[in-house]
């Protein structure tokens, strides 16, 4: 449904799902308000569905997995499906990016970004296509031909995240379509706009109906029935890891492949010969940008002794000089806590690392600056003189709070970095190109940045070591996440061996 589209409900904006090629409102017409998180205000009203709709939606996506208009159109059409997706998401980019910056308070600057970009992962995962291809194994045994087919899974759950709602779901939909699954998406209650904006862009593109559904509601009403519903052959899911850990353990009962994203404790590690202002940029934008609220965030910014004073300095003169406000404003560089409880649990780990010890030097409050008016801000926060094993240091907060940790060398920097549960990224700031590959090398994370960070792109691979997932979404070999290899073997003599002994 666009905008255009929506009902007006009591001044609120009111949202369908996107079920088998239908717009439907969840059985019994249960709804639920979502929120901007700068006005604190309630806008729209969102299906909430219950067990009854996934039932109706799995089916939907199994049915049109069977539909020959999908299952038998060429790997090339499918292609073309996706590009044309890429084109009209680039169509309605600054639309989608007005909508996700009310309903989750992200930058409209980023959104903006974002927009410009995801169609870049339908372009790149179309071309891929019509280029996944079988083998031809030569076979050890005489008069046997042996081949293998790449096929695709079947219902693909996506389950996604309110941080960045567009950009984590096309890291999902782009190679599980190109693969020629379907899916039955559900994106975070706190974000579920922007995907039942989105809706109408799969019909346009000229996908099948029941290709892409869209479910919305709480993860407690339908997360478990979703991952193990029978019919759905695998779970894609990010978000939080106890969520993550709770996915995985229902989707072993019925033996599902799962894709984790479930973020991280990164380190920015800045060694004695950095450049300092550009570490200090780096370390700013790993955990300011998107208010922190990032699974890349360098929550953990480890300091050579070397330089500890002078890099706290500049740290925080660049951290104090942070425009808060209005997301939708281009100026603003930090904007609100997506959600309220994110909120609450940013605010509570805040008197945690100062009940801790560690020293609050920028921040370590809810912000109350006119500008901010009544949405859910929190200060930039840093806190010096951290220790490796504090709670602030070993959990994900998911906010703008830096911990500031001082190392001695690489040995105890590479120590710090891995001493967490999580291996999401790291970033390393040095001129050292020995320094810069053996730490490369020595980190136990999915994705290092030297002298940069928080660079992600549909080429590359992204993903987690440790419990920050299972699976990779992007670059070349994602789209085998959503494919099962068959073998075919064909007898080419025509002798029926002896039925008694294996061939
Ligand atoms: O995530 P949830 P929440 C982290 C971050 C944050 C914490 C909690 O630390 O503070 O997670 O955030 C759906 N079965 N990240 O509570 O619950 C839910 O509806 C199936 C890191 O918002 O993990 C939503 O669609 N699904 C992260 C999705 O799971 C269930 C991004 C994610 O929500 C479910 C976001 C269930 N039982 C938060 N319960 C990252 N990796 O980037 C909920 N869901």
Redesign the pocket.
């Known amino acids: 449904m666009t905008s255009r589209e929506a009902r007006k409900d009591g001044g609120m904006q009111s949202y369908k799902m996107l079920i088998g090629g239908e717009r439907l409102d969840a059985e019994g017409g249960a709804t639920f308000e979502t929120e901007n998180p700068f006005s604190g205000a309630p806008w729209a009203l969102v299906p909430r569905a219950g067990v009854a709709d996934v039932d109706k939606a799995v089916a939907a996506a199994r049915t049109a997995f069977n539909n020959p208009d999908w299952r038998k159109i060429s790997a090339s059409a499918r292609g073309a499906l996706l590009h044309r997706l890429g084109d009209l998401i680039a169509r309605e980019a600054e639309r989608l990016a007005q909508i996700e910056t009310r309903d989750n308070g992200k930058l409209i600057t980023e959104m903006r970004g974002q927009l410009k970009y995801i169609p870049q992962w339908y372009y790149y995962f179309g071309g891929l296509a019509d280029k996944i291809e079988g083998r031809v194994i030569p076979i050890d045994k005489p008069g046997m031909f042996n081949f293998t087919r790449e096929e695709p899974l079947g219902v693909v759950a996506a ?6 709602p567009l950009m ?1 779901a096309t890291w999902k939909l782009a190679p599980a379509l190109a693969a020629g699954n379907t899916i039955v998406w ?5 974000s579920s706009a922007s995907a039942l904006e989105l809706a109408p862009l799969f019909e346009e593109a000229g996908f099948p109906p029941g290709v892409v559904n869209i479910l919305t ?4 009403d ?3 029935r ?2 193990s519903h029978p019919d759905v052959a695998k779970v894609a ?8 850990q ?2 995985y353990e ?1 989707a072993a009962r019925s033996i599902k492949p799962v894709t984790l ?4 404790k990164s380190a920015n590690i800045v060694f004695g010969d950095a450049l300092i202002d550009n570490a200090v940029k780096g370390t700013i934008s790993g955990i300011f940008a998107a208010t922190g ?3 890349i965030a360098g929550s953990r910014a480890l300091v050579h002794r070397s330089i500890h004073d002078e890099f706290v300095d500049k740290l925080v003169s660049l951290g104090k000089t942070a425009r808060m406000g209005d997301p939708a404003l281009d100026t603003t560089q930090v904007g609100p806590i997506t ?1 309220r ?2 909120r609450a ?1 940013v605010l509570d780990y805040i008197g945690i690392a100062k009940n801790e010890g560690a020293q609050c030097v920028l921040g370590g409050a809810a912000a109350t600056r006119p500008e901010c008016g009544n949405g859910w801000f929190v200060e930039p926060t840093i806190f010096t003189g951290v220790k490796a094993d504090m709670r602030i240091a070993q959990e ?3 906010g703008p709070v830096l911990s500031v940790i001082t190392f001695d060398d690489a040995d105890e920097a590479v120590a710090i970095a891995n001493g967490t549960q999580y291996g999401l990224a790291a970033g390393v700031w040095t001129q050292n190109i020995g320094t810069a590959l053996t730490m490369s090398e020595r980190l136990e994370a999915g994705t290092i940045w030297v002298n940069t960070y928080r660079a992600v792109s549909y080429m590359s691979p992204f993903g987690g070591y440790k419990r920050s ?1 299972i699976g990779r979404e992007s670059g070349l070999n994602a789209i085998r996440e959503y494919l099962q290899e068959k073998s075919v073997w064909i007898d080419m003599i025509g002798e029926v061996a002896n039925p008694f002994v294996q061939r």
Not at 261 to 264: M, N, Q, Y
Request: glycine share 20%; hydrophobic share 30%; with cysteine.
């Open positions: 389950i996604t995240p309110w941080n960045s984590l559900k994106p975070s209650e706190f509601g709480f993860g407690a339908i997360g478990e979703l991952v899911f990010t978000g939080g890891d106890r969520t993550g709770s996915v229902l994203e479930l973020g991280g609220q990032t699974c959600t409880p994110q649990k994900e907060v998911f997932g």
